[in-house]
């Protein structure tokens, strides 16, 4: 049973970098053809998709969030990361850690992790 937990700070101040984590257990991040995307859910609006990393590494963001929007992975950890710079309150929102199998089904979501930008 795949799993996918964030982690990272709930409260962010405006102007500094939102950083969270997502731990895989279940699955290996570098199994051909699994892409770990990070996706949010402001509170009273649709979900929006951020950006994701392939199981060969290679990113891709949102066009709208690409200019403050980082991700990364530690193999050896099992583990990808989210950057979000320049945060202001609009930013605050339930993020989640996805998985998805090429251009199938975004299968294995995590729990979630509320981030408030405020100060």
């Known amino acids: 049973q795949v799993q996918l937990q964030e982690s990272g700070p709930g409260l962010v101040e405006p102007s500094q970098t939102l950083s969270l984590t997502c731990t895989v257990s279940g699955g290996s991040i570098t199994t051909k053809y699994y892409y770990w995307n990070w996706i949010r859910q402001p509170p009273g609006k649709g979900v929006e998709w951020m950006g994701v990393?392939?199981?060969?590494?290679?990113?891709y963001y949102s066009p709208s969030l690409k200019s403050r929007t980082s991700i990364s992975r530690n193999a050896s950890k099992n583990q990808f990361s989210l950057q979000l710079s320049s945060v202001t309150p609009e930013d605050t929102a339930v993020y989640y850690c996805v998985r998805r199998y090429g251009l199938g089904w975004y299968d294995y979501w995590g729990q979630g992790t509320q981030v408030t930008v405020s100060s």
């Open positions: 990393i392939g199981y060969d590494g290679n990113t």
